[in-house]
């Protein structure tokens, strides 16, 4: 943190900075994911420190999306879990997105299809069998997040799953898992054999 903060200021060096951050908001998750104002606010940073933080986590999150993309063939939900965990966790509200692959199980696109609140987010299978067939996908893994940090499903998580593996076998596209991303171990459906 202190190399991204870069300097300190008088009296202060940039790794008090960077302790004087994190004690202000608890963790380091709640600081990478505070808003840009808040972070403009810490005392002794401004929006140069602030730009710098936040051009540091997009390196991260680009980084870890390359591996995803670059891969022939996606085997089993543990390829997927640090790009899903990237893509969808530091979001403050409900986010569902779908992984659309073709019959190797290569990746063709990622896409965030529907945007909720803290504690839910509405899914449309019409809406995910038209992006599945608009990408010509032969299988898909869906994932969301949630903000509470708490990766179990709900029932409605399970409900909506096999409403969508329902409506995608109708045009041969095979649903190859569901990922809930929380703060710790993503929930894999597969892993547990529920699809």
Do not use: M
């Not at 870069?6 to 009296?11: P, T």
């Not at 089993?76 to 659309?100: I, K, Q, S, W």
Request: glycine content about 8%; aromatic content about 6%.
């Amino acid at each position: 943190l202190a190399l991204c903060i870069g300097h300190g200021q008088r009296g202060r060096t940039a790794v008090d900075l960077g302790r004087d951050a994190l004690s202000h908001f608890g963790s380091l998750r709640r600081l990478l994911d505070a808003p840009v104002n808040d972070l403009a606010a810490l005392p002794g940073w401004g929006p140069a420190r602030t730009a710098r933080l936040l051009a540091a986590i997009e390196l991260g999150r680009r980084q870890l999306e390359e591996p995803l993309a670059r891969q022939a063939k996606l085997s089993g939900p543990e390829d997927t879990r640090a790009f899903l965990r990237a893509c969808l966790r530091h979001y403050d509200h409900e986010v569902f997105a779908v992984l659309f692959l073709d019959n190797q199980h290569r990746v063709i696109h990622f896409e965030e299809l529907f945007r909720g609140t803290v504690d839910s987010c509405s899914v449309h299978p019409r809406e995910v069998v038209k992006r599945a067939l608009h990408h010509r996908a032969g299988a898909v893994i869906f994932a969301h997040n949630h903000p509470s940090g708490v990766a179990e499903p709900s029932p409605a998580d399970r409900q909506i799953t096999r409403r969508l593996k329902d409506a995608l076998a109708l045009v041969d596209v095979r649903t190859l898992d569901h990922l809930v991303i929380g703060d710790e171990h993503p929930v894999s459906f597969a892993e547990r054999g529920w699809l």
